[in-house]
Nanobody, 116 residues
Framework: QVRLVESGGGLVQPGGSLRLSCAASGFTFSNYGVSWYRQGLGKERELVAFISTMGSITNYADSVKGRFTISRDNVKNTAFLQMNSLKPEDTAVYYC?????????WGQGTQVTVSS
């Protein structure tokens, strides 16, 4: 059974940092890319970052370039999203996703709130 579990969210002040984790199980993690998405209150879900199977390719939304870093550990079957210089507009539920044989699998999400 494919499972993705996010963790690491919380409340942080503007300018602060958080590191999100996405623990994967039930499939060969190293064979598939991983994406992070976010959805703010009343907003559509948007793609934040993507990392390829071995981490050689990464892509970021313009809004987070230079502040967020996506990475993965294929031994620990975990993907990460390091978020620095956080802004109030980064407040959202963050989800990880992996596409396996044309099926999208999502985690349950982790809340990130940036506020003073």
């Amino acid at each position: 059974q494919v499972r993705l579990v996010e963790s690491g969210g919380g409340l942080v002040q503007p300018g602060g940092s958080l590191r999100l984790s996405c623990a994967a199980s039930g499939f060969t993690f190293s064979n598939y890319g991983v994406s992070w998405y976010r959805q703010g209150l009343g907003k559509e879900r948007e793609l934040v970052a993507f990392i390829s199977t071995m981490g050689s390719i990464t892509n970021y939304a313009d809004s987070v370039k230079g502040r967020f870093t996506i990475s993965r550990d294929n031994v620990k079957n975990t993907a990460f999203l390091q978020m620095n210089s956080l802004k109030p507009e980064d407040t959202a539920v963050y989800y990880c996703k992996s596409r396996i044989w044309s099926n999208d699998y999502w985690g349950q999400g982790t809340q990130v709130t940036v506020s003073s």
